[in-house]
């Protein structure tokens, strides 16, 4: 059971308990009055039902105000009363009715007493005013904590479908551009023209179907009806430029979705850097299943970097892969020197992997 249900139960089984106690006073100090006893049943129900249909906790007010003017021993049911109300209406209607709540609390106390009392005066608009001020502050405090944990999830939510369009359209975008240079180039040899025009349209062709994609459900076009193997091919067959090999090490075995999307977006976010900032003339992809988990490794042949080189220069790619990878229980190592390449692992739980 959750604090608020808790916190409900309490204040229901305070409210029974408070009207019986009142109840057994009056009956044991007072001559029983058919209008008290009907009241108190229909008070009892009414209550009852306002669980579950909150619209009736204005009969409830209603009928505890009657039974408390012709009863005043009634009164102290009211704390429940306006405690469940300042948890469930909105703070105006919640606040009229703790007013309306304290003044006959106040008034039925004086009664009884036979005269005006002080402190039946001022102890129960101290109270009142107590538990309005604690219970309206813990509502305001689970708003705002509401409203954060709201806006944490769009800002999250938006880093999430950043770093999808980075790694699906960025890889295809900058081979696309490099073919439509090349093309440009070979302008006189239009055979070769043709040729590199040809094969940016089939990229382009690739890039609308993986945007198409990502509008509908964010996961990577090339898994759609295909194995990983088989989109890890695509993905290194779009580089223009750049000669990737993928190898398979270990026996394949099916791997949860999430972690084949996962891979599928690391390596195209790995392919992309090797090809826009590491001027890499080669690339190998290697896919390694073992017991307990599966390895991306993505080598290039590019120009490297060290650690305390700043990474602006290497683009959206690397901070993504490492969130991708440790989103799903695994880890992201980066291995670079200045000459010697650069090469990416992702190592993800396929046993643990949510």
């Known amino acids: 059971m959750d ?67 012709l009863a005043p021993s009634f009164a102290w049911s009211a704390i429940p009363l306006f405690v469940t109300g300042l948890r469930t209406l909105p703070t105006r209607p919640a606040l009229a009715l703790v007013a309306v709540v304290t003044a006959l609390v106040v008034v039925s106390q004086n009664r009884l007493a036979d005269g005006f009392d002080p402190n039946l005066t001022i102890v129960p608009i101290a109270i009142a005013v107590v538990t309005a001020a604690v219970i309206l502050f813990l509502r305001r405090q689970a708003e705002r904590l509401k409203e954060s944990e709201r806006r944490a999830g769009v800002l999250a939510e938006r880093h999430r479908v950043s770093r999808e369009i980075h790694d699906a359209l960025a890889q295809g975008l900058s081979s696309q551009a490099m073919l439509l240079q090349a093309a440009d180039q070979a302008w006189d040899r239009p055979e070769l023209a043709r040729e590199h025009v040809k094969a940016a349209q089939r990229i382009g062709a690739g890039n609308l179907s993986e945007a198409r994609r990502l509008v509908q459900d964010l996961a990577p076009a090339d898994l759609a009806d295909a194995t ?9 067959a779009r580089q223009a430029g750049l000669p990737v090999e993928v190898r398979v090490d270990g026996v394949p075995r099916a791997l949860p979705e999430r972690v084949q999307s996962t891979l599928v977006r690391i390596a195209q976010g790995a392919l992309a850097n090797a090809l826009e900032h590491a001027d890499a003339g080669r690339a190998v992809l290697t896919l390694t299943y073992l017991d307990d988990q599966v ?45 010697q390449g650069t090469v990416i692992s992702a190592a993800i739980p396929v046993e643990d992997a949510p």
């Open 3 to 69: 604090d608020a249900r808790w916190l409900a139960a309490v204040m229901h089984s305070a409210f029974f308990l408070l009207v019986l106690g009142s109840a057994v006073r009056y009956l044991t100090r007072h001559e029983s009055t058919l209008w008290v006893i009907g009241l108190t049943a229909a008070l009892v129900v009414a209550y009852g039902v306002s669980i579950k249909i909150r619209k009736l906790l204005w009969l409830v007010l209603a009928l505890w105000v009657v039974l408390v003017l």
């Open 228 to 236: 990983l193997e088989e989109a890890l091919d695509a993905v290194a």
């Open 295 to 339: 390895v991306l490794d993505v080598a290039d042949d590019g120009r490297g970097f060290t650690e305390a080189e700043p990474r602006n220069d290497r683009g959206h790619g690397l901070p993504a892969m490492r969130v991708r990878a440790t989103q799903l229980g695994g880890r992201l190592t980066v291995e670079s020197a200045p000459g």
